[in-house]
């Protein structure tokens, strides 16, 4: 920690609007007639200290984290800052979902959508608007590689309140000044002797804050920075981690669904006596969008759904491939989008010599997570409960509500951990049908979209194209740049979907994130047209970064090559305002032998800026039998600012980066009449465990305040591997996914 911060730590005023300190201390709000309470519920044996911690008569220090742990392991980064800040022993520490509260929205996210969608003189205004409209309504988001971005202040003002009113506690029992003690392993130490935090932590609630929280200060006994254990790891491990698959309650019965199979579909007919004659059947249920069947197994259920025959009446004309591609065509020669980025005079440095053209396509991409949409539903005396993995309890609830005819105090929404799908965990789907059916049977319904459903109804990544040009100086020099990208604007879907507060999503959801090049190019333009798709669209990991870097890094590439400069020293010249770009790709290629990219070199680089921080990422390939690249290693350089646990980085690194491989060499999803040809993990050709390559993450020493992790390696790996097909075979592919054979 910087020795300014171990001087001087967080005032009272910032951590009471940060989330609060001490069961009774109150956040208000000037132009809002609201008060919000610490709504966090102690067990016997257990003491709220504040909004984001419990301290147990047994020792155990309980965090309470308002993000979902989606693998991505926030359940520990986070609990290891507030661990830290408080002194506390990590073996002594657990972890529990925070309950629906103003005090945990997901401020960040709010702040980035009202960057997003307002225009730059209300930015301060739309800011301020977006964060109190976020926290009145208690929207709780995980997305956007937002967690420690967002939750890294409060939870060290947290600890920081919490290790005070401990060290106040022990002060008056000892009679000394409390500034002279400190925490280490769970205890508060002094001259006098040591105290647990358990024997302190009652007392403790009921002491005051001073105006000014001192930072815990030293090096030693310190856990943020360090490799401490996942608290979510044992439990995975060993089989008892309870997702909400798990969910078991008495007089439980299983539901399978199926969905209308394309936008607009609508339910005509089925054969419910044969659903009805399947062992274990107990009933059918039917809407205009979608048919049920509940059963005493999940399997039965899934048999008696496939037994009813279930008919739709389709609309006409929905998207096919070729239409699809026309679509996004059409867009770029209407030119009747809106500029979203500009610096220079662009047109002026075009007309002044020849222009470099490049055009880019990528097709729609599935999420495909290990676990399906999943919830169970109970509604017992006036009040339904819900267990889901959900990455938006609040819009989960509100989606329970309205499905069942409830107020929305009347859901008490238990999140359980979620099994993958950064993104998919956001849709509420599963969620309003199990409120739906335990409602109508009046018994506890455990709903589990199969494999095939799960494929068919995903929110896929849009499909896009872009149209690059640019001019070249004599030196080589990029001197203008413009990116002209067609894409569906997914937002109005999304608030179709989720309803209220869907907007807060703008930022995930931008059809042109990261497509501003990160190099000092003078003039420099970036325009979005829209284009009308009729498909499901929504969230995806790392959302348009994904195919604006693949865009920008292979063009780059392009014009390197075309002013007969090396990939990296092409770069290189042009980061000179961005040191910490710049360092991860020298990192990357020194780690990873870099050797030109040269003909027949195999090897290939991209980088990329987001999320608060910076990526380079060096690949090696082979051409398999299908033609298909195959990555036989990565080499990533990261700085993601202070890093909290870099084990965790470096497994979320490792994990965007086989995503973005996925994504890039395997199958295309085909679409017929609005529907995708794929129906499982075997349509999509993902690379097997065997194939994927040797990673080696480069983490960059940095004073920087933290980034985001969990998304920021999923765009440099199409690029790269891209870059790296041209450097062994001599063919540019300029189209996502990478199939040699088909360009």
């Known amino acids: 920690m910087a020795e300014a911060d171990a001087r001087r730590g967080p005032s009272r005023r910032s951590l009471l609007i940060g989330g609060g300190a001490g069961a009774g201390l109150l956040v208000a709000w000037a132009l809002w007639p609201r008060t919000y309470r610490p709504n966090l519920r102690a067990a016997s044996g257990e003491t709220v200290v504040n909004a984001f911690l419990k301290i147990g008569s047994d020792g155990r220090v309980i965090v309470a984290v308002p993000q979902a742990e989606l693998g991505q392991g926030v359940w520990t980064s986070l609990p290891q800052i507030l661990a830290d800040e408080l002194g506390a022993d990590w073996k002594t520490v657990g972890v529990e979902p925070a309950p629906i509260s103003p005090l945990y929205a997901n401020s960040l996210l709010a702040d980035e959508a009202a960057e997003a969608a307002l ?7 739309g800011r301020w608007t977006a964060r109190e409209y976020g926290t009145r309504e208690a929207m709780m988001i995980t997305g956007g590689s937002t967690s420690i971005r967002t939750f890294e202040p409060a939870m060290r003002e947290a600890g920081a309140a919490a290790r005070v009113l401990l060290m106040r506690a022990a002060a008056r029992r000892w009679n000394v000044d409390w500034s002279t003690l400190d925490t280490v392993g769970g205890f508060v130490v002094g001259p006098q002797g040591r105290l647990r935090f358990a024997d302190l932590a009652e007392a403790a609630s009921s002491e005051a804050l001073p105006d000014e929280l001192p930072a ?11 490799p401490v254990a996942r608290l979510d790891l044992p439990s995975k491990v060993d089989g008892s981690a309870e997702f909400a698959g798990d969910v078991r309650l008495p007089d439980l019965v299983y539901a399978a669904s199926r969905s209308a199979p394309s936008p607009g579909s609508r339910l005509i007919g089925f054969d419910r006596q044969a659903a009805m004659r399947t062992p274990g059947a107990i009933g059918l249920f039917d809407t205009p969008g979608w048919l ?11 048999r008696a759904l496939g037994a009813a025959r279930p008919q739709w009446r389709i609309p006409a004309n929905l998207p096919t491939d070729a239409t699809i591609e026309a679509k996004l065509i059409d867009a770029l020669l209407r030119d009747e989008g809106e500029r979203s980025f500009s610096r220079g005079d662009v047109e002026a440095v075009y007309r002044e010599g020849p222009v470099l053209r490049a055009h880019y396509r990528v097709s729609p991409a599935a ?40 107020n929305e105090d009347q859901i008490l929404l238990y999140p359980a951990q979620v099994g993958g799908g950064y993104g998919r965990k956001t849709e509420v789907r599963a969620i309003e049908q199990a409120a739906m059916l335990a409602m109508r049977t009046r018994r506890p319904v455990q709903l589990v979209w199969s494999r095939t459903e799960e494929s ?7 499909p896009a194209r872009a149209m690059m040009t640019a001019r070249l100086g004599p030196s080589g020099a990029i001197l203008a740049w413009q990116t002209r990208i067609a894409a569906p604007d997914i937002l109005p879907q999304l608030r179709a979907r989720l309803g209220r507060g869907a907007h807060l999503l703008a930022a995930p959801a931008a059809p042109i994130a990261g497509a501003v090049p990160p190099y000092d190019i003078p003039s420099v333009l970036v ?11 929504g969230l995806w990991r790392s959302g348009a970064h994904s195919y604006t870097a693949f865009f920008t890094e292979c063009f780059v590439d392009e014009l390197a090559r075309q002013a007969n400069i090396e990939p990296l020293s092409f770069r290189m010249q042009m980061l000179g305002s961005n040191t910490r770009l710049a360092r991860c790709l020298t990192t990357a290629a020194a780690l990873g032998g870099w050797d030109g990219g040269q003909n027949g070199s195999a090897m290939g680089i991209a980088c990329h800026s987001a999320f608060g921080s910076s990526i380079a990422t060096m690949v090696e390939i082979e051409i398999d039998p299908a033609q298909r690249p195959r990555v036989l290693r990565a080499v990533c350089a990261v700085d993601v ?10 497994q979320q690194i490792e994990g965007g980066l086989i995503f973005g491989i996925a994504a890039a060499t395997g199958n295309p999803i085909r679409f017929d009449g609005g529907r995708p040809g794929a129906h499982g993990f075997r349509d999509f050709a993902f690379p097997t465990l065997a194939a994927s390559p040797e990673i080696s993450v480069e983490i960059i020493d940095s004073e920087e305040e933290p980034g985001g992790a969990t998304e ?31 360009h």
Not at 216 to 226: A, M
Not at 373 to 384: I, V
Not at 456 to 462: A, E, L, N
Not at 717 to 727: D, E, G, Q, R, T
């Open 527 to 537: 325009d979005h047209l829209p284009a009308e798709i009729s498909l499901p669209f």
């Open 119 to 125: 225009p730059a003189f209300l930015g301060g205004a």
């Open 456 to 462: 068919v109804q995903d929110t896929f990544r849009p």
């Open 367 to 406: 999420n495909a997570p290990l676990e399906t949409l999943t919830a169970t539903a109970r509604f017992t005396a006036g009040q339904l409960e819900i267990w889901a993995p959900t990455q938006a309890p609040t819009l989960a609830r509100a989606a329970a509500a309205r499905a069942a005819g409830l």
């Open 712 to 742: 920021l390696a999923v765009p440099t790996a199409a690029p790269a591997v891209a870059n790296a097909v041209f450097s062994l075979t001599g063919r540019r592919l300029r189209a996502l996914p990478l199939v040699i054979g088909s």
């Open 216 to 226: 815990r200060g030293g090096l030693d006994n310190r856990l943020y920075g360090k």
């Open 292 to 302: 049920a069947v509940v059963a005493t197994n999940w399997w039965a259920a899934n």
């Open 641 to 650: 600012g202070r890093a909290v646990n870099p084990n965790i980085l470096k």
